[in-house]
């Protein structure tokens, strides 16, 4: 069975480690928030200038002039900094940032990501996305295994424009987790009740299949 928007995001969170900082993309990725292990310190950091996001406010918590970078209202945990978005961009061009995640449309089996544009549809410009897929080592990619047409978005080569080359290492699917090596995706994890039959059908890059692929625990 496909992982929900929420089980993406609650097995994301389980890349983190005590003492990262992290950017969390638009769309599912900010989901992440919520589900900071207990115990575990992790500032997040959003690229309109704002260090240490708490989880997403209750109704009584909502401060309109509190958002992150795709203007969803946010809470500031214990610690939190703002700053203008120079800094931000700073911050991330100079490689402070332990972990990025990122949403994207493609991703291929040479690490590269399209992710802000489909031709002949209206967009508001890439963002932060050719910064933070330049100024970081560590990024994983959360997006839907194929598209709501039922094709493959982990490809041999991507075919939309791209947003950043050779720069991502690990995709989480709501089909399974992947790493990229070697021109290759790399079977590490399936989603509960996911057969591997199921991913390498959706999946359109070389597939390795290591001898046993255990179940995501969520």
């Given at each position: 069975m496909a992982l929900t928007r929420e089980q993406l995001a609650q097995r994301v969170s389980q890349e983190f480690q005590d003492g990262f900082y992290v950017n969390l993309g638009i769309g599912?990725?900010?989901?992440?928030?919520?589900?900071?292990?207990?115990?575990?310190?992790?500032?997040?950091?959003?690229?309109?200038?704002?260090?240490?996001?708490?989880?997403?406010?209750?109704?009584?918590e909502v401060d309109p002039d509190l958002i992150n970078a795709g203007k969803q209202t946010?809470?500031?945990?214990?610690?939190?900094?703002?700053?203008?978005?120079?800094?931000?961009?700073?911050?991330?061009?100079?490689?402070?940032v332990d972990l990025t995640v990122l949403g994207?449309?493609?991703?291929d089996a040479q690490?590269?990501?399209?992710?802000?544009?489909?031709?002949?549809?209206l967009i508001k410009g890439m963002g932060g996305a050719m910064d933070l897929v330049a100024g970081a080592d560590?990024?994983?990619?959360?997006?839907?295994?194929?598209?709501?047409?039922?094709?493959?978005?982990l490809l041999s080569e991507c075919t939309l424009p791209l947003t950043g080359k050779g720069c991502?290492?690990?995709?989480?699917?709501?089909?399974?987790?992947?790493?990229?090596e070697d021109g290759k995706f790399i079977l590490r994890e399936r989603a509960p009740g996911v057969s591997v039959e199921d991913i390498a059908s959706l999946?359109?890059?070389?597939?390795?299949?290591p001898d046993h692929v255990p179940e995501m625990q969520l």
């Open positions: 599912i990725p900010t989901l992440a928030a919520n589900y900071i292990p207990d115990g575990m310190e992790v500032m997040l950091q959003s690229e309109n200038g704002l260090l240490g996001m708490g989880p997403f406010p209750t109704d009584d946010v809470t500031m945990a214990t610690g939190a900094a703002l700053f203008d978005s120079a800094e931000s961009f700073a911050m991330i061009r100079g490689g402070h994207a449309f493609e991703v690490g590269n990501i399209a992710s802000y544009m489909i031709p002949g549809k560590n990024i994983i990619v959360v997006m839907t295994h194929a598209s709501k047409h039922g094709d493959s978005k991502i290492k690990r995709v989480l699917t709501d089909l399974a987790l992947l790493d990229i999946t359109e890059g070389e597939l390795v299949i």
